[in-house]
């Protein structure tokens, strides 16, 4: 099982960056395809990015292609999002999640464990 906890939302003005981070227990952390998606209110989730358990491949919603970038340090058990450019319509709470064995899916569903989420709110 994993437990995961993101940091590092916050509020920021257009055009501004912030970088999130995801911390995962336990010692199995390369095993698990690493993704992030976001919801806004009265919307579904949506996916943003992903990347596969060696790092070496990474996986961008079309609205957030060469904006964001995820990275992952499996000898820390950290996922990271760095987000730059922000815009209004990114803000969303964002969520971590781990999909055992995968590849980067863009699917919610594939994914077998989340985090609570952290608030990132872009100001115009």
């Known amino acids: 099982q994993v437990q995961l906890v993101e940091s590092g939302g916050g509020l920021v003005q257009a055009g501004g960056s912030l970088r999130l981070s995801c911390a995962a227990s336990?010692?199995?952390?390369?095993?698990?395809?690493m993704g992030w998606f976001r919801q806004a209110p009265g919307k579904e989730r949506q996916f943003v990015a992903a990347?596969?358990?060696?790092?070496?491949?990474?996986y961008y919603a079309d609205s957030v292609k060469d904006r964001f970038t995820i990275s992952r340090d499996n000898a820390k058990n950290t996922v990271s999002l760095q987000m730059n450019s922000l815009k209004p319509e990114d803000t969303a709470v964002y969520y971590c999640?781990?999909?055992?064995?995968?590849?980067?899916?863009?699917?919610?569903?594939?994914?077998?464990?989340w985090g609570q989420g952290t608030q990132v709110t872009v100001s115009s």
């Open positions: 336990g010692r199995t952390f390369s095993r698990y395809a």
């Open positions: 999640a781990a999909d055992l064995l995968g590849y980067g899916s863009s699917r919610s569903y594939d994914y077998d464990y």
């Open positions: 990347v596969s358990r060696s790092g070496d491949r990474e």
